[in-house]
């Protein structure tokens, strides 16, 4: 198969997966509000599914380097449909810590499978004429857009089906797509001609762990409030149903892809310009006052300004997360590219677990303004970090 073909294969994989992923999310958030769990009871089921993203980028990078992506991904399709399938026993059952080692295997899955899909791309495009930032953003933006289709196919599911036939439903449409790429995925794919150790699995590259660091605080703004205490707000505040809640936050979704997708147009790339540090470190700050600016306003609109605050986050969330990603695939070295890219995807495992618990917590303690100070302060530290990447260095250099 030719670069783009399995360009394809591995999309589609990272689309399968991604619709699986997005919906089990609402799917569980939701059905477990209507259980009658607290938003810290709630937050806590994603506890392990934040964790072990955390040690998967980390060791799934390293394996990625020694075995192949095709391996890793396709290991990460299989937990997905065994995660899937641990969810469809009696309600009785699903306790919280049994749902939170289904959910483990749901982050060890999605880490694997994100992991595999971000580093085949250094492997397959090549950083002239831009090909490397557009295919990049393309996967990443496309990914994103799914997952807003899973969380409105997972509320719908729950309204038409129910808990346990939704998760029959996906492990049935996972397993085809496991099955497809287990005979056509290169198995050459990503394999490091040096077999890396597993102490070199932390990064030594100055750029690479401050780019990290802007990750964590970026990803963890965004979960503060938007995991747990957005869905539970919307319900229990604006007394919105669960069908309304899923579509909305699919459309949010989707909308962030979009504009993930169109970002070399927007961020200057028909100009001859990748983006640079200081494009993030820009776009960061400029995030900033949006989730400050609702906070200061919530109590006199709560509706407006949750629906237009949360469409000016997405716009500028989906900007700083592809310039992101477009930043590390680029720094990474081309030999055992899995390595670098699982580490940076480490640090975005932990951003979301904080971000995750403080969602949970901060909002039954302090309320959806506090959620999203706390959200304003992670960006802003985001924007301060990427200050520190190395100017000397080529390909990502301070210019905006």
Wanted: hydrophobic residues 55%; contains cysteine; aromatic residues 12%.
């Amino acid at each position: 198969m030719s670069p783009l073909q399995q360009y394809g294969l591995v999309t589609g994989n990272y689309w399968a997966f991604t619709i699986t992923d997005g919906a089990l999310r609402m799917l569980v958030v939701l059905y477990f509000w209507q259980l009658g769990y607290s938003p810290l009871e709630i937050a806590l089921l994603f506890l392990f599914y934040e964790f072990f993203g955390i040690v998967t980028n980390l060791v799934g990078g390293w394996l990625g380097a020694r075995w192949g992506l095709n391996v890793t991904m396709n290991i990460g399709l299989a937990l997905q449909v065994g995660a899937l399938l641990m969810l469809t026993v009696p309600a009785e059952w699903l306790g919280v810590v049994y749902v939170m080692v289904a959910q483990a295997l749901s982050g060890i899955a999605k880490d694997l499978n994100k992991m595999s899909a971000k580093s085949a791309i250094k492997n397959l495009a090549s950083d002239q004429s831009g090909q490397l930032y557009r295919w990049v953003t393309l996967l990443t933006g496309s990914k994103n857009a799914l997952k807003g289709v899973g969380f409105f196919v997972g509320a719908l599911l729950l309204a038409w089906v129910g808990f346990a036939a939704a998760m029959w439903i996906m492990a049935g449409v996972l397993t085809v797509f496991l099955l497809v790429s287990m005979l056509l995925l290169d198995g050459r794919l990503g394999k490091a001609k040096h077999k890396p150790k597993f102490n070199e699995m932390f990064s030594k590259n100055p750029q690479l762990n401050w780019l990290s660091g802007a990750r964590f605080f970026l990803f963890g703004a965004r979960d503060v409030w938007f995991v747990v205490a957005l869905p539970v707000f919307l319900v229990s505040v604006l007394e919105w149903d669960h069908t309304y809640v899923g579509a909305y936050l699919a459309l949010w979704v989707i909308g962030y892809g979009i504009v993930q997708a169109l970002s070399p147009k927007l961020t200057g790339w028909k100009s001859g310009k990748n983006p640079s540090a200081g494009t993030a470190r820009f776009l960061a700050l400029s995030l900033a006052g949006v989730p400050l600016l609702m906070a200061l306003l919530l109590d006199w609109a709560p509706q407006t300004v949750i629906v237009v605050g949360l469409l000016i986050f997405g716009v500028l969330f989906a900007l700083n997360s592809a310039v992101h990603s477009y930043l590390i695939v680029s720094i990474a070295s081309h030999d055992g590219t899995s390595k670098d890219v699982g580490f940076y995807y480490m640090a975005n495992a932990a951003g979301r677990l904080v971000g995750t618990l403080l969602s949970g917590y901060v909002y039954q303690v302090a309320g959806m303004e506090a959620c999203l100070a706390i959200s304003a302060v992670f960006v802003l530290i985001a924007g301060l970090v990427v200050i520190k990447m190395d100017v000397n260095k080529p390909g990502v250099n301070q210019s905006a």
